[in-house]
């Protein structure tokens, strides 16, 4: 049998509470589906400071490293408000992206049919509304160097950030864009500003030859970053697949989440670089919202972003497209239903806490497998 290496960093806050959630459905796909996943839990953020002094472990970031993929929950409070930079619990966050090499952040904005009266856009702008948009995360002008603020003596201050792209890392995250498009609706719109900035021109370059030279079965659109956002919210249907750099993937991202709705609903993915011998990549799943303190502990955080986080992690860590496809369509049929947690609630519905929201997925899942 397969085994599937899961590692479990539930975190604070809302994230252990979301994360039992999708314990269950591990056990159930293990029990009735002989799913094969081993799991295995460690500390990070605030709880790991509290434990070890570090906002992770060694020996969970080695746990990490060996795993076939890593669940994360959230990290952070006002508890650890005071701490060292070093060790706040985001440091855990960005050490696993780091030394797992995860340049690729994969944002899915999904359009639940049940919540598209609830968008900030027309509902049949919405409805039925499937794009990923894939932000390069490791490079760009977020850690380009120089990054220096100078004094010039004159009474003014210069202030520079760098945008820095090599071709290897364009190459590399448009290729994850070409091969994930290739399992949706097989078109890549990749957003630049070649009109202005040399980074752009060089993006454009590079993920032209690659199209040319590997993927030109996929079809390809250009879009200056800037009207590109602006079709977001015209027409957010027509794009399939985005691709783009850190900064404009970091705005292009939020914007997109909000089309649908609320920060309960939303998951991510960020991937690695595929193994040169088994072509496996490292894999991180987690929800975009954080450890929402204002809520932790009293039963009523949203799961959902959560569990539809473990479906990417089904569909692009293990190629389990069925699985996953059936836990997104239990994640709509009880939305379709009217039941609702705290955040998403609308007149009529039917409100319910976490593990009441957990367990109506997970017998809806049952039911589809
Ligand atoms: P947040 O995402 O934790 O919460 C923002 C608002 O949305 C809150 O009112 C919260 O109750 C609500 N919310 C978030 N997730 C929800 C869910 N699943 N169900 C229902 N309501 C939900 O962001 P905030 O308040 O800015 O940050 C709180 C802490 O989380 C901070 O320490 C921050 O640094 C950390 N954080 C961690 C992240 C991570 O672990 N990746 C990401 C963002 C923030
Ligand atoms: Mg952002």
Not at 136 to 163: S, W
Not at 187 to 195: D, P, T
Not at 307 to 333: D, G, H, P, T
Request: proline share 4%; glycine share 10%.
């Amino acid at each position: 049998m397969t085994v599937r290496k899961l590692f479990l960093l539930p975190g604070d806050g809302i994230g252990p509470e979301a994360m039992n959630e999708v314990r269950k459905i591990i056990s159930y796909m293990n029990s009735a589906l002989s799913a094969g996943f081993e799991t295995d839990e460690g500390l990070v953020g605030g709880c790991a400071y509290d434990a070890h002094g570090a906002a992770i472990s060694e020996a969970d970031m080695g746990k990490a490293m060996a795993a076939d993929a890593v669940l994360f929950g959230a990290v952070g409070g006002p508890k650890w408000d005071g701490v060292d930079y070093d060790v706040r619990p985001e440091a855990g966050l960005l050490r696993l992206r780091k030394d797992l090499e995860l340049f690729a952040n994969l944002r899915p904005a999904i359009c639940y049919p049940a919540l598209a009266a609830s968008s900030s856009l027309k509902p049949e702008l919405v409805e039925g509304l499937d794009i990923l948009i894939i932000r390069e995360l490791t490079g760009g002008v977020y850690f380009g160097e120089p990054k220096t603020i100078t004094d010039l003596g004159n009474g003014q201050k210069r202030a520079i950030d760098t945008q820095v792209y090599d071709t290897y890392e364009i190459e590399r995250i448009s290729a994850v864009a070409f091969e994930l498009a290739r399992t949706r609706r097989n078109a890549v719109c990749s957003m630049e500003k070649r009109n202005v900035m040399k980074s752009g021109v060089l993006w454009n370059q590079v993920v032209t030859a690659l199209h040319k030279e590997k993927f030109s079965d996929v079809k390809l659109e250009h879009m200056l970053a800037d009207a590109g956002g602006m079709q977001l919210v015209r027409a957010p249907k027509q794009f399939d697949v985005i691709v783009t750099d850190n900064l404009f993937g970091d705005m292009l991202s939020d914007v997109a989440a909000m089309l649908t709705g609320s920060l309960g609903m939303l998951p991510s993915a960020s991937l690695g670089a595929p193994d040169g011998k088994t072509g496996k990549r490292k894999a991180l799943y987690e929800p975009v919202h954080g450890s929402a303190p204002d809520i932790a502990g009293k039963g009523i955080a949203n799961p959902i972003a959560m569990i539809a986080s473990f479906a990417m992690c089904l569909r692009y860590s293990f190629a389990m497209v069925a699985e996953a496809e059936a836990l997104e369509k239990a994640i709509a049929n009880v939305l379709d239903k009217g039941i609702r947690t705290g955040d998403i609630m609308s007149e009529g519905c039917s409100q319910v806490g976490t593990v009441e929201m957990g367990d109506a997925i997970l017998s809806e899942f049952q039911s589809l497998m």
